[in-house]
């Protein structure tokens, strides 16, 4: 009997150990993921809302990556995405001609978009926590890191997606950047909204090549407006011509607000079709291609490696 007593308490203190150590086990777990974000010792001035606000350059990095990228992408991912912002940021800090009274601002038209980290949070419910310590663990695990070429900070751009390659810089915006390459890029039916279509009636199509080109001559039917369509290798349009007026792939995703300058034209009598892969400029990082790469096992370096050719990165000082 005595043994059975025995046999029974050390049966129930076995069962009240083992889950009180995987409670140890996960509070420990918790504590080493709960990143700590650095001091760069950099503070920057950003406008905010019409307001300056002051912050260290990793407080506002945080709330770049958060914006920039979905938290849900893969660590080594938002890893580059934090070197990029910070090269970019460094980069463009105080050069901003339509804000000289801050370094940056929050409109990714004109610098990069940026999120408290109250906001993010708010917005991300119960993953909050996983998400938080996970963009505090990027920032801070690439602290004082940048994007060089020939020693000097690179105007690190990036898109959302690609279709096959990204963009050579000459051929979107004509200036030719030696480390702004067409290179291939992994991403593919992942992305959401990969493909896209936009139809214009025949005369909504009209209006808008002509207000942007007036001297476009456009008769009969839209089937005679667009000629002479120049893809690269990887399907972007590079140039064509809109009732005889050339215009670049990029000046023609403006023209029709297209997600990329990858599309094809269809055109019917009446209307026309624009079917469209990918979003964004496609010049500089993709951040879904580099989330690819990143689930195939690519680092951070190589990532950014990949997609700003003859880069280092380096600790900045
Ligand atoms: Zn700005």
């Known amino acids: 009997m005595k043994k059975i007593i025995a046999a029974a308490l050390i049966l129930g203190l076995v069962l009240f150990l083992i889950p009180m150590g995987f409670r140890q086990e996960r509070a420990q777990e918790e504590t080493e993921n709960s990143a700590v974000l650095p001091d760069s010792g950099k503070a920057i001035t950003i406008l905010v809302d019409g307001e300056l606000q002051e912050m260290d350059l990793n407080e506002y990095l945080w709330g770049v990556v958060a914006a920039e990228m979905p938290a849900s992408f893969e660590l080594e991912a938002l890893k580059a995405q934090a070197v990029a912002a910070r090269t970019y940021s460094l980069n463009k800090a105080g050069q901003a001609a ?62 959302s997606s690609s279709a096959d390659t990204t963009q050579d810089a000459v051929a979107v915006w004509g200036g030719n950047v030696p480390y702004l390459r067409s290179v291939p890029s992994p991403e593919g039916e992942e992305v959401p909204n990969y493909h896209s279509q936009v139809t214009y009636t025949a005369q909504e199509c009209k209006d808008r090549i002509l207000q942007a080109k007036p001297e476009a001559v456009l008769e009969g039917q839209p089937a005679n407006w667009f000629s002479n369509t120049v893809y690269s290798d990887g399907g972007s349009v590079m140039t064509l011509d ?39 400029h496609g010049v500089g990082m993709s951040q879904y291609g580099a989330n690819a790469m990143a689930a195939e096992g690519k680092t951070y370096q190589e990532i950014l490696q990949h997609y700003y050719t003859g880069v280092t990165v380096e600790s900045y000082t």
Request: proline share 2%; with cysteine; aromatic share 8%.
């Open 98 to 159: 339509n804000h000289p009274e801050a370094d940056l601002c929050t409109d990714h038209t004109c610098c990069q978009a940026w999120i408290s980290q109250a906001d993010a949070q708010a917005n991300w419910g119960d993953s909050a926590q996983t998400y938080t310590n996970k963009i505090t663990q990027a920032v801070a695990e690439t602290n004082n890191e940048v994007a060089l070429y020939e020693g000097a900070l690179i105007t690190a751009v990036f898109h």
């Open 242 to 280: 809109l009732g005889g007026v050339s215009v670049t792939g990029h000046q023609a995703r403006t023209i029709f607000s297209l997600r990329s300058a990858s599309f094809t034209v269809e055109c019917a009598p009446d209307a026309v079709t624009f079917q469209v892969t990918g979003y964004g």
